[in-house]
């Protein structure tokens, strides 16, 4: 289905025609609708997955509240907020470039594409300076736990919880990088018009849902 | 509504004509393997999905008979201890996530749904394919984990023993994990098909019933299946790297890997039985010749189940140390999943009424569905009474509670699907008198097998035990003779359809005379489903008229 | 009545206050299920008969329900289940709120075998001694995996979930010896894991305490359960974790006599430590830490007669301190047989 | 239930209203927000923390879902789906919390046991046999 871009030249309004709708759909909106129909239903199991792991912390912070006290006043807090400014602005500029594409303006859309992607890579720098110092300090899950300063009973329980969750998020951060730099790439070749940016706008639903993730775990896990 | 017009009036093919099947049609229209591989055509993804859930049936088949043969007697009989446990394990595990759930949906639900809806082909065909192909994957993961070691921990892998078994349990987890990524997009694809594909004249009440239930599965599927792949992701790290997050030796908590596990599993068991209702409200109709009795109360019903399962889970742990509270409360629901079963079997029985009902092999699986659906249902809302399955809980009557429904209902339904829908996926007959055999063999033997099981439990023998105290061991070699009956049912069925797919009596376009949406393509069915534009102006199953409809012939 | 309706569902004898309850709930259920499921079950075969095909391509009438049939569809099935609901769910509350004078029971559930401790001290493994007509509550906890205190006779289960305690009770009517089994899956021994509940008459059961009592006193201070107390606790922890870690359990089995009596494919660890063991080339050593530490790295040069030289060498892939968490944790295996007689209360061979 | 698939004049999708200006608009808010968290977070309500974090959480998911993804005009059926799968993770937190909240105290790990529980067995709070996480306790190992 990839037509050679390069091939095909842009047509006067600066992109390029739209690939062939596929055989069963009759008309172009209507597949548009069922793509973004699809990937909405997508985005449900991504929430029903971190459900499990919102399930745990909540169970394990009943277990241990004063271990989660304890252990949250360990994280530093500057790069938590730094991370949530980083990836809200991310999605502010995936949401102007799809805003760009919707009206075929692939240059625009392709330079903030790389700019959400730089601020994704930032987002992941700032977590392996995090991941760093707690390898340092021995703050680890499990059996490879022994931190003095955490006390109260429970303390690798909210590592397994911490590192379970922000190692779940980080994938997903970087699965949402690579899609964002595949539709950056299309955008370079100008294959986005108003009658095609699905697969943009889908990237762009992939990339929101994972800042609405860190929305809440930047709260619970930071300040609370 | 119900006026009657059809396409095209021609003579009704004359009975007894030498029919021969269409020149062109989806089965050879392109032979080479790669045609098939790589083929992303709804009915041929069906018909691999049929290779694999058959083999994955007659795997699972296999370890049950040993399962059965080792209880013979109430010591060692023919395997040891940790063979036993392997084996009860890959019985789970195959038969769940091999055949029950991949099933009705993969096979019927891909084949039918299009051409129910009037569509060319499902939503996305590509994520069609792949999805076949990582069912593949993991189920292959999966037995070469099993292969290699085996997991002895049952299929419900509770922790902390699935975490500090000495079995590796890594690949057969990662392989449940793949798996569940092709449940979840099978789910996906159909959503957005029956949302965005339905011809002009299908509104959302003139769709056949099949396509509510495939509708009502697909919900959970899609919302259920990441729970899961989430819990084997972390029984997997916990095995093998040793977090804390399950094993109470390391602050975890055994009982929120129940929670989390139930909270999946038991939407499962509605994964694996609405299709097989959505089966049995086609073929109910078309065997009784009669418009369905209520179809909106089935409808919602298909829906009511799909939505009130999410919140029945916590009857798996009554006796697991849970609160009394959350105990009443999933009771109560539970309760209400039972109330939507009743109306569906109320409104089948009521669907017989002033029918003319012929009583053919698919029919005797109907009853047999029906008879195993009600006993079933029953003991269902008997288990979810909490002060009776505390007895119950973990014993031999939650295990025939559950075959009662997956090998009574949901395989029944399989076979009804089977036989009605032969004609049509391959043109051609398959033996009546030797299905009527084959049926009456079935619902014998699996009488045989299961009804012992229930006073097994009622006696008080635990589940998944390898040795057994004497006093239970005249019902376990009833049960043993019953399975065996069981087990040669199967093999006369597999026998007979597979002479019938070469040598079967071409079907022609309509053998059963049905009025389902489906049977208004020549069968089997061309690639691009339909020879004529669809504009279904009738209901489905509407047989107000004489003329028989669906047996108008253009192209053959 | 209620003994017919016992025998026919094999059910086994009402030995407990809760066991009746639940037995009247059963009956009824049972009895409203099977004239529900016979009336549908005629109604359908009368349809079969009185409705079956006469001529090809019969025509039928579009019959739908009416608003009313479906009310009563939905109204009628749900008020009965709800009427079980309240009744199941009345007798689950009294079965999870013990009365406050009960008598408390420690039950510990560990990998295929059951301990059960009373608060003034005397405890004992697979037996539990209960009195008639007084309720009896037990604490349930497991050591290793979650297992499942089930007494058949007294329609009570609950679930031994390690690291926390789970409770239940019961009060026993009718004195005599009632099956334990675990119902929850742990392990290779899962089915063999019985225990015995001898109910005895109250003041028979106060006799027995007290002379346990005695029998407790004589002795210096005796421990619920004595590897409780490990001096070594982390080195033997270590050593079973290394043990399963590098796969020895695949072949070594580290349960009590009971699971070694099979042939496995390598000797068994317990009971090991210090054992005389014939070699195959005809001597006989004592098992002590040189012999062990030897095996594990040079498996070849003394094998146990009757043991195929199947073992791979450890040299290398074993550090020092955990060879050494090794031989302590197969030195803490000894099986109960050595550790019953420091264990109060006579000891029943489970029943078969 | 669901739209049917209306079908638009081909090839013309109508471009979502609203401009880029109300999507920086957005997410000046989503920066406020998250300066309220932060702030809300120093202040002395000690209980009230978890509720309150919360609460500005799902102000701002509610933000980014409706003008980011485009939700504020989409489908209904998009809705739907987004409404149906958050209403099931609430349901599974509030069942798995109220088992653990309404449990038997003592299924609870690390929770004292009850008074008349002999201390003499249960000195320390910890069930017997119950290997303590290792490293973590720096108190008793054990008991007795």
Redesign the interface.
């Given at each position: 289905m990839q037509h050679s871009a390069a091939a095909q030249q842009l047509t006067p309004e600066g992109w390029l025609p739209p690939p062939p709708l596929?055989?069963?759909?009759?008309?172009?909106?209507?597949h548009?609708?069922?793509v973004?129909?699809?990937m909405?239903?997508?985005?449900?199991?991504?929430?029903?997955?971190f459900?499990?792991?919102?399930?745990?912390y909540?169970?394990?912070r009943?277990?241990?509240p004063e271990a989660f006290d304890q252990a949250a006043r360990h994280l530093s807090l500057f790069l938590g907020?730094l991370n949530?400014?980083l990836l809200?602005?991310s999605?502010?500029t995936?949401?102007?470039a799809h805003?760009n594409a919707?009206?075929g303006k692939n240059h625009n859309a392709f330079w903030l594409l790389v700019v959400s992607v730089l601020m994704g890579g930032g987002f992941l720098v700032i977590k392996g300076i995090e991941y760093h110092e707690k390898f340092v300090e021995h703050a680890l899950?499990?059996?490879?736990?022994?931190f003095?300063e955490?006390?109260a009973?429970?303390?690798?329980?909210f590592y397994?919880?911490y590192f379970?969750a922000t190692g779940l998020h980080a994938l997903h951060v970087i699965v949402g990088m690579s899609l964002l730099t595949w539709v950056a790439v299309r955008a370079w070749r100008k294959e986005f018009s108003?009658?095609y940016y699905a697969p943009l706008e889908n990237a762009?639903?992939y990339w929101?849902?994972v800042?609405?993730v860190w929305?809440?775990l930047?709260?619970?896990l930071y300040?609370? | 509504m119900s006026q009657s017009a059809s396409t095209a009036q021609v003579a009704v093919a004359p009975a007894g004509a030498q029919l021969e099947l269409p020149k062109k049609h989806y089965l050879n229209d392109g032979t080479t393997i790669r045609s098939w591989l790589l083929t992303v055509d709804h009915k041929r993804i069906a018909i691999m999905y049929l290779v694999g859930t058959t083999f994955g049936l007659l795997l699972g088949g296999i370890f049950a008979m040993v399962l059965r043969l080792e209880l013979l007697t109430p010591g060692p009989t023919i395997i040891e201890a940790l063979t036993y446990n392997r084996m009860f394990t890959l019985h789970g595990l195959v038969m769940i996530f091999m055949f029950m759930i991949p099933a009705i949906p993969g096979v019927f639900g891909n084949f039918f749904l299009p051409i129910m809806l009037g569509?060319?082909?499902v939503?996305?065909?590509k994520w069609n394919l792949t999805s076949y192909y990582v069912y593949l994957a993991g189920a292959a993961l999966m037995l070469w984990g099993l292969i290699t070691g085996g997991a002895d921990t049952g299929w419900t892998f509770y922790t902390p023993y699935s975490t500090t078994t000495t079995t590796n349990i890594a690949p057969v987890m990662l392989g449940v994990f793949v798996i569940g990524f092709s449940s979840?997009l099978t789910g996906?694809?159909f959503?957005?098909t029956i949302?965005?594909?339905r011809a002009p004249g299908v509104t959302w009440f003139k769709m056949p019933l099949f396509v509510w239930a495939i509708y009502g599965t697909s919900i959970i599927q899609?919302?259920?299946?990441?729970?899961i792949?989430?819990?084997t992701l972390?029984v997997a790290?916990?095995h093998t790297?040793?977090?804390?997050?399950f094993?109470p030796a390391?602050?975890?908590?055994p009982i929120?890997f129940q929670?989390?596990f139930w909270f999946y599993s038991h939407p499962a068991v509605y994964i694996m039985v609405l299709p097989a209702m959505g089966v049995i409200s086609e073929a109910i109709c078309a065997f009784s010749r009669k418009n369905i009795f209520g179809y909106s109360m089935i409808a919602m019903s298909s829906l009511g189940i799909a939505f009130v399962g999410f919140f029945a889970w916590g009857h798996h742990l009554f006796t697991s140390g849970q609160s009394a509270f959350d105990a009443g409360a999933f009771a109560a629901i539970s309760m209400l999943v039972g109330v939507f079963t009743a109306i569906k079997i109320f409104n089948w029985v009521g669907t017989l009424y002033k029918g003319a009902i012929s009583f053919t092999a698919p029919f005797a699986y109907i009853c047999g569905f029906l008879f195993f659906l009600v006993f079933g249902g029953m003991t269902g809302i008997a288990l979810a009474t909490v002060s009776l399955d505390v007895h119950w809980q973990d014993t031999y009557f939650v295990v025939a509670h559950f075959h009662f429904i997956m090998v009574g209902a949901v395989i029944m339904g399989f076979l009804t699907a089977l036989h009605y829908w032969f004609p049509k996926m391959f043109g051609r007959k398959y033996p009546e008198n030797w299905g009527l055999l084959a049926a009456g063999l079935i619902v014998l033997g699996f009488n045989a097998t299961f009804i012992p099981q229930f006073l097994l439990g009622n006696a008080g023998m635990p589940r998944r035990y390898y040795e057994y105290p004497e006093r239970f061991a005249a019902l376990n070699v009833a049960s043993t003779a019953g399975a065996s009956l069981l087990a040669f049912g199967f093999i006369i069925i597999a026998i007979y359809l597979a002479i019938a797919l070469f040598n079967g009596e071409v079907a022609g376009r309509n053998p059963w005379g049905s009025r389902g949406y489906e049977w208004d393509t020549p069968s089997p069915p061309p690639t691009?489903n339909f020879d004529h534009p669809v504009d279904h102006t009738r209901i489905p199953h509407d047989y107000t008229d004489t003329e028989d409809v669906a047996t108008v012939s253009h192209a053959t | 009545m209620n003994e017919l309706l016992r025998q026919m569902l094999f059910l086994p004898e009402q030995a407990s206050t809760f066991a009746l309850d639940v037995d009247h709930l059963h009956y009824f259920v049972i009895i409203v299920t099977t004239f529900a499921s016979a009336a549908v079950g005629l109604v359908a075969i009368a349809f079969f008969w009185k409705y079956r095909q006469r001529r090809p391509n019969q025509a039928t009438p579009m019959v739908n329900p009416t608003a009313g049939f479906e009310v009563a569809v939905i109204t009628i099935p749900l008020a009965i289940f709800l009427l079980w609901f309240f009744i199941g769910f009345r007798d689950f509350v009294k079965l999870s709120s013990p009365p406050p004078d009960a008598m408390d029971v420690y039950v510990m559930g560990k990998q295929w075998m059951w301990k059960f401790a009373y608060p003034e001290g005397p405890s004992s493994v697979g037996v539990l001694h209960v009195p008639a007509n007084r309720p009896v509550r037990l604490l349930i906890t497991s050591r290793d995996v979650i297992h499942s205190v089930f007494i058949p006779a007294f329609r009570v289960k609950m679930d031994a979930q390690p690291g926390r305690y789970t409770e239940t009770w019961f009060t026993a009517t009718v004195p005599g010896r009632y099956q334990l089994l675990c119902t929850e899956y742990c392990g290779a021994q899962h089915s063999k894991m019985w225990g015995e509940v001898v109910v005895m008459a109250p003041e028979a059961f106060d006799e027995w305490i007290k002379d346990q009592q005695r029998g407790m006193v004589t002795r210096q201070d005796v421990l619920a359960d004595e590897d409780q107390v490990n001096l070594q606790g982390d080195l033997r922890e270590m050593g079973k974790?290394v043990a399963i870690d590098q796969g020895c359990l695949r072949c070594h089995s580290v349960n009590d006599a009971v699971y070694g009596s099979e042939q496995h494919i390598g000797p068994t660890w317990v009971d090991l430590y210090q054992r005389p063991t014939k070699l195959d080339n005809g001597t006989e050593i004592i098992a002590d830490e040189a012999y062990l530490t030897e095996s594990m790295m040079d498996p070849n040069a003394k094998i146990v007669a009757g043991y195929t030289a199947v073992m791979p060498s450890y040299q290398g892939k074993l550090s020092g301190p955990e060879t050494a968490a090794l031989v302590e944790y197969i030195k803490s295996l000894r099986s109960d047989r050595i550790r019953q007689a420091s264990v109060k209360g006579p000891l029943y061979e489970p029943v078969r | 239930m669901a739209s049917t698939?209306a079908?638009?004049a081909?090839?013309?999708?109508h471009?979502?209203g609203g401009?880029?200006g109300r999507?920086?608009l957005?997410?000046l808010a989503?920066?406020a927000l998250?300066a309220t968290?932060?702030g809300v977070?120093q202040l002395p309500i000690g209980h009230l923390?978890?509720p309150a974090?919360?609460f500005?959480?799902c102000l701002?998911?509610v933000l980014?879902?409706l003008?980011?993804?485009h939700l504020w005009h989409?489908?209904g059926?998009?809705r739907i789906?987004?409404v149906?799968?958050?209403f099931?993770?609430i349901v599974?937190?509030f069942f798995?919390?109220a088992d653990?909240?309404t449990r038997f105290p003592l299924s609870?790990?690390?929770i004292p046991p009850m008074p008349q529980v002999d201390q003499k067995l249960v000195p320390s709070g910890m069930p017997p046999g119950m290997p303590?996480?290792?490293?973590?306790?720096?108190g008793e190992e054990g008991h007795r």
């Open positions: 596929p055989h069963h759909y009759d008309d172009r909106v209507s548009a609708n069922a973004r129909f699809g909405w239903l997508f985005l449900g199991t991504e929430v029903l997955l459900a499990g792991v919102f399930t745990g909540f169970t394990f009943a277990y241990f907020t949530t400014f809200l602005t999605s502010l995936v949401a102007l805003h919707e009206r899950p499990g059996k490879f736990f022994n003095a955490i006390t009973p429970g303390g690798p329980v397994v919880v379970f108003p009658t762009g639903l929101h849902l800042d609405l929305i809440f930047y709260p619970l300040l609370v | 569509a060319k082909d939503a996305f065909p979840i996906l694809n959503i957005v949302h965005t594909l899609v919302l259920a299946t990441p729970v792949g989430l819990t972390l790290a916990e790297f040793g977090f804390g997050f094993d390391r602050g975890g908590d929120l929670h989390l691009e | 974790r | 698939s079908s638009h081909p090839d013309a999708p471009p979502h401009g880029a999507l920086i957005v997410w989503l920066l998250t968290t932060f977070s923390h978890l974090a919360i500005i959480a701002k998911v980014v879902v003008f980011f993804m989409a489908e059926s998009n789906v987004f149906v799968s958050f099931f993770v599974l937190l798995v919390l653990i909240a609870n790990s690390r303590a996480p290792t490293g973590s306790h720096t």
